[in-house]
């Protein structure tokens, strides 16, 4: 139920198809049907849903969001759906993580300078 934004409003029997489509084998097998246990008939027409393309900087990306994900929760014992701070902790925490930023960009400006001069 990733693609639905606001499952609240939804009527019960919205909300049923999508809990029949999670659990349903057709959409847990990569949206292949099981030729076996479907009926065909003539004039059918098969249709093949290709497998999404990847990114794979994408992926890497995501590997690290989750592996920082579970650090932090490792070190804090939170996430960041945490309700202890305002928003003026979190523009704090921003600008901090920013300027940390700025700071490593900074470094590594003055790193390729040298490696530059020394060719």
Known sequence: ?????NYKIMSDSIKKYY???ENDLYWKTN?????????????DIEVTVDKPKKDNYVQIVKAKFEERSQT???K?????EREDLDLQDWLNHLQE?????????ERLKAE???RLATQ
């Open 19 to 21: 809990e029949d489509e």
């Open 72 to 74: 932090g929760i490792k």
């Open 97 to 105: 993580e920013l300027m940390d930023a700025t700071l490593y960009i």
């Open 31 to 43: 949206n292949t049907i099981n030729s076996r246990t479907m009926t065909r008939y003539p004039g």
């Open 1 to 5: 139920m990733d693609n639905i934004l």
């Open 112 to 114: 390729l300078k040298d």
């Open 76 to 80: 804090y014992n939170t996430t960041l």
